[in-house]
């Protein structure tokens, strides 16, 4: 899904197209889970119709359109599919753009089109931005002080716009006991990491994902504080293109696995690595095994598992069409809850049903 990277593309992206616009008009379609907040669809027309919008923001997976004039404003959250189009320019999407797509307008999953155009020039051209959301995970809210409510108000520190010192930071990993993956995937402490972020993070600072975050080692935590900052300060110097992202990132590495196998990395050292993958609190992280050591050693690592019922292969080595689908989007903590679509519950509940069939069967 998008993370802070792609959604600090779009505020740039709004802030670069639109600043100054009036909106003239809003075309919306009629959506009860993506418009959130206790607001309609024609209520969040009728609310930014008619005003001048002076800037974007973004802060973690969140972005907001300050307006000029009283009334509350649009605060975004773009979920697992979520985007922005420009009419006559393509879609902006995750990762990469379609070989076919849809360049029909008004586009698909369309959830609001605002018709912008400059208030002291009739002439000067007209624009129309649209903001898109196949599976309806996205959210669209309106706010009075966007940085000052929720969902903003209850995220955790940006790692571009305030990242906390060494000395700050240290205490607000050691007081909790969740392994560090989940602990960086929770939007509460830090606000923007997702999952291939957090992954490209722990790769960096040599930290397997399932490290309880109450016992990592003084080195181990000043590695994880640079990393966050420096992941994320480097992907949003590039305007979150993946192709121009350094060549000794997992990131590219991780992406079109086949069914089954397993993916060779070439380690800095120039020796060979193996690309694994472990699920954790139902999210797949990537890791490189030789680099990223589990806490309790390789042999602890498979008799915990073992006993779960869970086969080496399924737990390492899934198959990465698994992991795309994945909704890897974490809740935003405001209280609307967003729909799991994990494939981990998926693939439980299909097992659940399939035992229950065959014991019918020979019963």
Known sequence: MPELPEVERAAKFI??????????????????????????????????????IKTAGRRGKVFYIELEGPGKMPVLHFGMTGMLRLKGRPAMYYKETPKDPDESWPPRYMKFILHLADPNDDEA?????????????????????????PPISKLGF?????MPNLEDFTPQVLKRK?????????????????????DEILYHAR????????????????????????VCKVAVSVDADDAKFPDDWLFKHRWGKGKGETK?????????????????????????GELQKHPNGPVASRKVWKKKGVSMSSVYFEDDSDYRSEDDST??????????????????????????ASKKQKE
């Open 264 to 288: 060779i990395f070439t380690l800095p050292s120039g020796k060979r690595g193996t690309l694994r993958w472990v699920t954790i609190g139902g999210r797949t992280s990537a890791f490189i």
């Open 15 to 52: 802030r670069t197209t639109a600043t100054g616009k009036k909106i003239t008009r809003v075309e919306t379609t009629e959506d009860t889970l993506v418009y959130t907040g206790g607001i309609t669809h024609e209520q969040f027309r009728n609310e930014i119709e008619g005003r001048v």
């Open 331 to 356: 809740p935003i903590p405001d209280g609307d809850s967003e729909p799991t679509v994990g494939t981990t519950k998926r693939k439980r509940e299909t097992t659940t049903s399939e035992s229950k």
């Open 158 to 162: 940006d790692p571009i716009l305030s």
């Open 125 to 149: 051209e007209k624009l129309e931005l649209a903001f898109l959301d196949a599976r309806r995970l996205g959210r669209i809210r309106l706010c009075a002080d966007p940085l000052n409510e």
């Open 207 to 230: 930290i397997h994902p399932e490290y309880r975050a109450n016992t990592l080692s003084t080195q181990q935590i000043k590695k994880l504080h640079f990393w966050i900052a420096e």
């Open 178 to 198: 969740a392994p560090i993956k989940a602990v960086l995937l929770n939007q509460s402490f830090s606000a923007g990491v997702g999952n291939w972020v957090a």
